[in-house]
């Protein structure tokens, strides 16, 4: 079983920076695909980036692509979003998933680890 704890959130003025991590347990970290997906109130979850075992592959959606970039740290098992240049419409509960073995998956369908989310807030 895989634990996923995401940290990082928290209130931010429009044009400013978070960056969230996702701390994985387990020993098999570098096979595992990890995305964050997101999901503001009445919304569907939606997805964010995702990066592959490696960390040489990474996918993000025209929405977040030039100001949301995904990394990770294979050796500390944790994963990061690095979010600059917020907007109000960023608002949402970000959430860390995993899943082995696949690449490029963009619906939160494929993933079978989620972390509990964590609540970002960007003020206007």
């Known amino acids: 079983q895989v634990q996923l704890v995401e940290s990082g ?3 931010v003025q429009a044009g400013g920076s978070l960056r969230l991590s996702c701390a ?3 020993r ?3 096979t595992m695909t ?3 997906f997101r999901q503001a109130p009445g919304n ?3 997805f964010v980036a995702a990066i592959s075992g490696s960390g040489t592959s990474t996918y993000v959606p025209k929405s977040v692509e030039g100001r949301f970039t995904i990394s990770r740290d294979n050796v500390r098992n944790t994963a990061y979003l690095q979010m600059n240049s917020l907007k109000p419409e960023d608002t949402a509960v970000y959430y860390c998933a995993a899943v082995r073995f696949r690449i490029g ?3 939160s369908d494929a993933y079978d680890y989620w972390g509990q989310g964590t609540q970002v807030t960007v003020s206007s």
């Open 28 to 30: 098999t970290f570098n």
């Open 9 to 11: 959130g928290g209130l």
């Open 44 to 46: 569907k979850r939606s």
């Open 34 to 36: 990890m995305a964050w």
């Open 105 to 107: 998956e963009t619906s």
């Open 24 to 26: 994985a347990s387990g």
